[in-house]
């Protein structure tokens, strides 16, 4: 952990919680959707990196700062291997690194003995190929290209140890980095080391970020699909198209989207969760809210997560260890981390509006997800292959017998999921027992329970 107090600019957009896939190649962006300011959160500090077609001009834009302060410090005898080589992944075909950097799974570069990456400086360019003005896809695993705001792109080979640049090709399908100058904060950060999760993109993806010099670069590719104003961008496989439309849109390489990227992980206040397809189609995120991992058995305590009162905001009361008071609350927000005991509400009045949908007022889940209704627990419960904890269990969404709190702050061994469907003025529930499951009744706000998340 990198112990640098961020500004509250970074703050924001740093990356407590977002969508962390598994990234490949990321996608390919034409120039047009390149130079749209809309394509980086607008909060950042970051933007598309700048470049022109001479890198014969040092500190003139953002990929000559980088190449030449890469050439100035770590391209000098006896590791003068060529720029290029100091920032390109590691990963390729029979590298003379060996170890698990050989590899012929992509992403990767083709076998190349002399020019392979050594990747000194963690920017882990990878080979994402392009897409040619005319629509056709070429040379993955052999360059990388990558745009600069301007319309020169950026080229990496695998057989060579230099950055080449193009001409503006407005057509032309590279990847994106981002990049900012580094803050007065930020230059506390150990130069060439990985910052995870460091910028949130706009579909709330979290990206990688690392110091080189005065700037810090994302380490993956975009994988964006939409601008900063929510508006789509368009998604264009004709190669006809492609070479005939003047307005931002991008692809994947060979239309393939596992080139770009992977289902991944969700991170959501600084805890990583995966993420879990059941047997309805549904995603789910894989554990329960708090759950220190995937369930292992049924009675994996490390898997049982918080216990929350149904509509409360995670202020404290969901802990196990929590602290009880008796009084009801008046408001939305207690103002307290204590479970509060001996009533079947613990807001007075009820407000019932507190858990509904994925912008509700006291929101619990991450960007995308919300709580399940009872029909789709229902759907779930039905597809299980005994009706009961064990059945939870061996489902793809590995439920657990985590038990309840109830209302006078003792613990009880029966298992109940909350759902956000309510029923006479109440929440219903999914509740789990060694013998039986069932989704028909509902229970009083006021007992604490556990949450699993599905997305929207």
């Not at 014969?56 to 060529?82: C, M, R, S, T």
């Not at 075909?93 to 799974?105: C, K, L, M, R, S």
């Not at 900063?228 to 439309?245: E, H, K, M, R």
């Not at 206040?269 to 189609?281: D, F, I, P």
Request: charge should be neutral.
């Amino acid at each position: 952990m990198i112990n640098v107090i961020l500004p509250a600019l970074l703050n924001q957009r740093a990356a407590a919680s977002g969508i962390k896939p598994q990234y490949v190649y990321g996608f390919l962006y034409n120039w047009y959707a390149a130079s749209d300011d809309r394509i980086v959160n607008a909060y950042s500090g970051f933007a598309v990196a700048n470049g022109t077609t001479s890198l014969q001009h040092p500190l003139v834009d953002d990929w000559n700062i980088l190449e030449k302060h890469v050439n100035d410090h770590y391209n000098v005898a006896p590791n003068n291997f060529g720029t290029g080589n100091h920032r390109k992944s590691k990963r390729q075909i029979n590298t003379p690194i060996g170890g698990e950097w050989n590899t012929d799974t992509f992403p990767r570069w083709n076998s190349n003995a002399t020019h392979y990456g050594r990747d000194t400086v963690n920017f882990g360019v990878l080979p994402n190929g392009f897409r040619n003005q005319d629509g056709v896809f070429s040379q993955l695993h052999s360059t990388a290209n990558l745009h600069s705001k301007s319309g020169a792109y950026i080229e990496y080979r695998s057989h060579e140890g230099i950055t080449r640049t193009g001409e503006v090709m407005y057509r032309r399908g590279c990847g994106i980095r981002l990049v900012k100058k580094a803050l007065q904060n930020e230059m506390l950060i150990p130069e060439n080391q990985i910052i995870p999760n460091y910028y949130k993109g706009n579909n709330n993806f979290l990206y990688d970020c690392v110091r080189i010099g005065t700037q810090i670069w994302t380490v993956q590719n975009l994988c964006e699909t939409k601008y900063n104003d929510g508006t789509s961008i368009p998604y264009v496989q004709s190669g006809l198209q492609w070479s005939s439309i003047s307005t931002g849109a991008y692809c994947a390489y060979n239309n393939d989207i596992s080139f770009a990227y992977r289902e991944g992980v969700f991170v959501f206040n600084g805890a990583e969760y995966g993420l879990v397809t059941s047997n309805t189609g549904r995603v789910w995120l894989d554990r329960n809210l708090g759950a220190e991992r995937v369930a292992q058995a049924s009675n994996d305590a490390r898997a049982y997560g918080f216990l929350y009162q149904w509509g409360r905001g995670s202020d404290g009361h969901q802990f196990r260890t929590s602290g009880m008071r008796n009084a009801q609350s008046a408001t939305d927000d207690p103002g307290h981390s204590n479970f509060i005991v001996g009533f079947e509400n613990w807001r007075n009045p009820p407000n019932l509006d507190l858990w509904q949908g994925i912008n509700c007022l006291n929101n619990i889940a991450p960007p995308i997800f919300r709580l399940p209704t009872i029909a789709e627990w229902e759907a779930e419960r039905v597809t299980w292959m005994t009706n009961n904890i064990e059945g939870a269990f061996n489902s793809k969404l590995k439920l657990t017998s985590t038990g309840h709190r109830q209302i006078n702050g003792g613990f009880s061994t029966q298992t109940i999921m909350w759902s956000s469907t309510l029923l006479n003025q109440s929440p219903m529930r999914l509740l789990i027992s060694p013998t039986n499951s069932e989704t028909s009744f509902n229970a009083h706000p006021g007992i604490g329970t556990a949450i699993r998340l599905i997305r929207d």
